[in-house]
Antibody
Framework: EVQLVESGGGLVQPGRSLRLSCAASGFTFDDYAMHWVRQAPGKGLEWVSG????????GYADSVKGRFTISRDNAKNSLYLQMNSLRAEDTALYYCAKGFTMVRDAPFDYWGQGTLVTVSS | QSVLTQPPSASGTPGQRVTISCSGS????????VNWYQQLPGTAPKLLIY???QRPSGVPDRFSGSKSGTSASLAISGLQSEDEADYYCAAWDDSLNGSWVFGGGTKLTVL
């Protein structure tokens, strides 16, 4: 059974940093691209970032480019999102999502339950 | 403002057929396939339709998808109360380095 478990969320002040993690199990992690998708309270889905199976292809939404960094450790079956210079508008539930294939342009077939990030002073 | 455009709401009675539209542009829907996600209240999204009209294992055939040009549609036939959820369309966008874009979501109410 595919499982994606996010962690690392919490309350953080504007301008500070936070690192999210996603522990994957139930599939061969290094065969698939992975993504972060967020959902602000009461709002829709927004793709944040994606990474190919071997970290050779990485992309970011314009809203986070230059502030967030996605990475993965295939040996640990883990996905990460380093978030710097956080803003109030980054407040959201952050989902880890598995890609259908090893490349970034394949849809997401499994999602975690999310970790909540709140940016507030 | 979402890149893909969906109606904010839709409704139907049990047994009815409802459709939800999704409009994009040449860089996303016009050149790539469309996927649909269902988000039941308080839960994570679930893949409902991929590659315009393919259903993952376990998704009932009451759900179907189609695409024409820069628009797509999700159809739900034989509407059931458990179909009440938010529905999102998504597509890969070829502009710049490539990114995923979503519709703003459609809240489906079963009357």
């Amino acid at each position: 059974e595919v499982q994606l478990v996010e962690s690392g969320g919490g309350l953080v002040q504007p301008g500070r940093s936070l690192r999210l993690s996603c522990a994957a199990s139930g599939f061969t992690f290094d065969d698939y691209a992975m993504h972060w998708v967020r959902q602000a309270p009461g709002k829709g889905l927004e793709w944040v970032s994606g990474i190919s199976w071997n970290s050779g292809s990485i992309g970011y939404a314009d809203s986070v480019k230059g502030r967030f960094t996605i990475s993965r450790d295939n040996a640990k079956n883990s996905l990460y999102l380093q978030m710097n210079s956080l803003r109030a508008e980054d407040t959201a539930l952050y989902y880890c999502a598995k890609g259908f294939t090893m490349v970034r342009d394949a849809p997401f077939d499994y999602w975690g339950q999310g970790t909540l990030v709140t940016v507030s002073s | 403002q979402s890149v893909l455009t969906q109606p904010p709401s839709a409704s139907g009675t049990p047994g009815q057929r409802v459709t939800i539209s999704c409009s994009g542009s040449s860089s996303n829907i016009g050149s790539n396939t469309v996927n649909w996600y269902q988000q039941l209240p308080g839960t994570a999204p679930k893949l409902l339709i991929y590659s315009n009209n393919q259903r993952p294992s376990g998704v009932p055939d009451r759900f179907s998808g189609s695409k024409s040009g820069t628009s797509a549609s999700l159809a739900i036939s034989g509407l059931q109360s458990e179909d009440e959820a938010d529905y999102y369309c998504a597509a890969w966008d070829d502009s710049l380095n490539g990114s995923w874009v979503f519709g703003g979501g459609t809240k489906l109410t079963v009357l």
